[in-house]
């Protein structure tokens, strides 16, 4: 199972971009890179999916280097209600077997 | 709403009781999951189905049990916990290469 590491916490300011990265250095061929962001109390929420290369949606952008051995979290002009823990997971899911790190505790400021 | 439905939302239970944690998704996806989330602890894998199949069992103790009727339900049974099984219990479904669905999730205190 490829481990990940992102840092425990980030503060950033309203409208600011803010960019988390997670480290995943034995990823595997076939694996792909998701990231959930979660608030107190509820269920992770999909943001974003990717292999390789970059990947956008209405929400967030996941770039990921020719060597996938990490991946940045880009949020555009984040607010208030930004503020959650991000995690980053990597795996197959024809494995159906995704493991949760200890996440990147977010918290934005007016 | 997610489309992942979990029930009770708040539990409380004495350690000599025996309860039901039941979780419904009509998303048509074919993986089910329940997941652990412990105070200040990162999400803990209890249990994967697939297509009704156990096929997970992360070193449980046998005190939750679960339980599968259909790709569309869930439940995890709880008899003789310990305070420390306090947690909030995430229920989540997935298809394919795709990501998962979660509940809101059952916040259980043994007392």
Known sequence: LAKTTQPISMDSYEGQEVNITCSHNNIATNDYITWYQQFPSQGPRFIIQGYKTKVTNEVASLFIPADRKSSTLSLPRVSLSDTAVYYCLVGEYNFNKFYFGSGTKLNVKP | ?111
Not at chain 2, 73 to 85: C, G, I, S, V, W
Not at chain 2, 96 to 105: E, L, N, P, V, W
Request: charged share 15%; hydrophobic share 30%; with cysteine.
């Open chain 2, 1 to 111: 709403e997610t489309g992942v439905t979990q029930t009770p939302r708040h539990l409380v239970m004495g350690m000599t009781n025996k309860k039901s944690l039941k979780c419904e998704q009509h998303l048509g996806h074919n993986a089910m999951y329940w997941y652990k989330q412990s105070a200040k602890k990162p999400l803990e894998l209890m249990f994967v189905y697939n297509f009704k199949e156990q096929t997970e069992n992360n070193s449980v103790p046998s005190r939750f049990s679960p339980e599968c009727p259909n790709s569309s339900h869930l439940f995890l049974h709880l008899h003789t916990l310990q305070p420390e099984d306090s947690a909030l219990y995430l229920c989540a479904s997935s298809q394919a290469d795709y990501g998962y669905t979660f509940g809101s999730g059952t916040r259980l205190t043994v007392v």
